[in-house]
Each structure stands twice: as structure tokens, then as C-alpha cells.
């Protein structure tokens, strides 16, 4: 199975325990329509709190296991150097949905601390949580990008007009992927002259600040 169907998963899993979700047809588990014009669920019934943290709590268990063997699989390949160059867009696909992940969660634990992180009644609660978990993903972000910089000093720079050519045929990437990696590498200038201003950036929510550097570190 290709890493990126657990590394999609994981994103995935991501997604849904971040959004507001709600009830449909004509069981309503004893819920009420919410009429708070402001509530993102103005006009919807939500689903019970017990079970919300339910079906958090089953995507959360479902993807710490896709993950411990995500990564284990990753770093095996990561490791393996020259012997995986064939399977480099494979190893940058999935270190982007990766830390594509760790941003957007980073964000949204930076949007709800900042929201409740200055109320009496929550405050030193929320804070002292949310740095763990935060201090958790900046070294999760660190370390994956320093095995996907070890594979391509190993193998050789991917993103780059002088090693293009080679990095697709020995990829074997189809006509899609192919147009995807050229597009990018005429991006990059423009990568690097944000990279400065992304890098400067301290609540990241949902910027490139891990991901530009898949472009230009390699």
C-alpha cells in the first residue's frame, strides 16, 4: 500500500474532528436546532456532546496507529537513500500531507487558545494544554523535515531545473505528476522570496511555514 493512503487518512481524520457537525433527517437525539445567528450551526441541530467526543476520540485512536506506522515506513524508506530514489515524489507527497497536517491542527490549537486562552475561568487550563500539544507538533514538523532533507542530500535534489528531467524519468511519474512538479519548480523563486516573511510568521494557522521548506532546503 502506497504511504500516501494512511498519510491522506490521517489529513482526513484531521479535518473531522476540527469541524462542527450536525444532524440530519428526523431523529434528533434529544437535540435542538441552534438559532444563534453567529454559531456556525445557525439553523442545524448538532449532534449530542457525548457523542461528539465519541467520534472524536475513535478518529483520534484510528490515527495514532496510522501514524506510528505511517512514519515507521516513511523513515524506512527515508533511510534506504539511493536504493528508494525511484520512490522520491512518493516520500515528498507524503511529507507535504504530513506537515500540511501539523499546520493546520497548530493553527486551529492557536485559534482556540487565543479564543479562550484569556478567560479567567479557562485561561491557565487552555494554555498549559495547548503548549503541549503544540510544543509536540513544532518537534514533529522539525524531525520529519530533517529525514526528508537527509533523503535528498543522499539521493539529489528533486526540485531543481538541472535535475528535472532525470528525477521524472527515474520516478516514472505519469503526464499529471510530471506537469505538477514542473509548475512547481517555476514557483520556487516566488517561494523563496516569501520565505522570509513566512518564516517570521509566529501563529502559523494554516500558512506554509513547514511546507515552503520541502522546496527549497532539498
Known amino acids: 500500500m502506497t504511504l500516501l493512503t494512511p498519510a491522506l487518512h490521517v489529513w482526513v481524520g484531521s479535518k473531522l474532528c476540527a469541524t462542527e457537525r450536525s444532524l440530519t433527517g428526523d431523529e434528533h437525539l434529544g437535540m435542538t436546532s441552534i438559532n444563534d445567528p453567529e454559531s456556525h450551526l445557525f439553523g442545524h441541530v448538532p449532534i449530542p456532546p457525548v457523542l461528539d467526543h465519541q467520534c472524536d476520540s475513535m ?39 504530513l506537515l500540511n497536517n501539523l499546520e493546520y491542527v497548530y493553527g486551529i490549537q492557536r485559534t482556540f487558545q487565543n479564543y479562550l486562552g484569556s478567560t479567567a475561568e479557562f485561561g491557565s487550563h487552555v494554555k498549559k494544554t495547548s503548549e503541549k500539544y503544540i510544543d509536540k507538533w513544532i518537534w514533529s514538523a522539525e524531525n520529519i523535515l530533517f529525514m526528508y532533507n537527509a533523503f535528498f542530500k543522499n539521493t539529489g535534489a528533486a526540485f531543481s531545473l538541472e535535475n528535472i528531467d532525470s528525477a521524472i524519468t527515474e520516478g516514472n511519474l505519469d503526464q499529471s505528476s510530471e506537469d505538477y512538479v514542473r509548475e512547481v519548480i517555476h514557483t520556487i523563486p516566488h517561494i523563496k522570496a516569501s520565505a522570509r516573511k513566512m518564516s517570521d510568521v509566529t501563529d502559523y494557522n494554516y500558512e506554509m511555514v513547514w511546507c515552503w521548506q520541502l522546496f527549497v532546503q532539498n
Open 59 to 97: 478518529a483520534i485512536e484510528r490515527m495514532k496507529g496510522l501514524t506510528a506506522s505511517l512514519l515507521s515506513a516513511l523513515s524506512r524508506k527515508i533511510q534506504a537513500g539511493r536504493r528508494c530514489r525511484k520512490d522520491w515524489f512518493e516520500v515528498f507527497l507524503t511529507t507535504f500531507i
